[in-house]
């Protein structure tokens, strides 16, 4: 379970480092599974646009039970419900992949602006990323503003109205947003750890990555939960294994 100290560092900082979250068993199995999955196919499975890695395949869950055991996994539901003080459910679930030397860049975004499109009412979502690798600042970390999320949204302009997740993303911000941010805040800094680790952000946060230029291939597991009642139909939803309709409740019972 999460300190009080924890809590309120990730309240500040709009982020949390969790040392060790998976016990080495536990690692070792979605490790695995992890490869298994890799080997398959389908609409959930996306590709780096010139080397055509694969940068992210959605709803890995689907693909094995031990990823599914990980969502139900009784640590997991108690950490995020002590930063969710309401019902969550998982909203969204994704392997996001950098392949060393042959990766692309996530450009700086909040999540929220994205999501908002998907019916979600207010930045109150988390997002759980597993470091399924060691992470460095070779190979591709997450960089973030701490405390960006207290901002509210940031002026972006549109880019691509059919990025929604690809490279060429939907939404960018411009340079001088991005300096008055850091200005206004903390330093860039990066989300680093070992394999095995993990790093919990909220989806107001200003974040982004850079290729992997080192030798170790990046993977983050990422689940992101939502409180149940943060959430309204939209007109044209996007398909079930990037947004989730299913909001079974994973609060632990008390
Ligand atoms: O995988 C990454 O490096 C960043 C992913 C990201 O920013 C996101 O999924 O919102």
């Not at 060393?100 to 990323?129: C, I, Y």
Request: cysteine-free.
């Amino acid at each position: 379970m999460l300190s009080s100290k924890q809590i309120s560092e990730y309240r500040d900082r709009g982020y949390l480092i969790l040392k060790n979250l998976l016990e080495k068993d536990e690692f070792v199995k979605i490790e695995k599974a992890i490869e298994d999955i890799e080997e398959m196919d389908g609409p959930e499975f996306y590709r780096e646009k010139d080397s055509r890695k694969v940068r992210t395949i959605f709803a890995p869950e689907k693909f094995h039970d031990a990823i599914q055991e990980l969502v139900d996994n009784e640590k997991i539901r108690g950490i995020i419900g002590q930063l969710i003080n309401s019902e969550f459910y998982l909203f969204q679930s994704k392997l996001n992949s950098k392949a060393s030397l042959q990766s692309g860049v996530w450009s700086w975004h909040q999540d929220f602006k994205f999501w908002r499109e998907d019916g979600m009412l207010q930045p109150d979502a988390l997002t759980l990323a597993i470091f399924l690798t060691d992470v460095d600042i070779s190979n591709g970390p997450i960089l973030a503003i701490p405390g960006s999320q207290k901002y509210g949204e940031v002026e972006s302009f549109l880019n691509n109205p059919d990025g929604v997740h690809d490279e060429n993303l939907k939404y960018l911000i411009k340079q001088e947003t991005l300096a008055k941010m850091v200005d206004e805040f903390e330093p860039i800094t990066p989300l680093l750890g070992k394999a095995g680790d993990a790093v919990i952000f909220s989806s107001n946060i200003l974040h982004g990555s850079y290729q992997n230029m080192g030798i170790v291939d990046r993977k983050l597991l990422m689940f992101t939960f939502n409180p149940t009642h943060n959430i309204k139909e939209v007109e044209n939803p996007r398909p079930e294994y990037m947004v989730k309709t299913d909001k079974r409740v994973l609060n632990l019972q008390s």
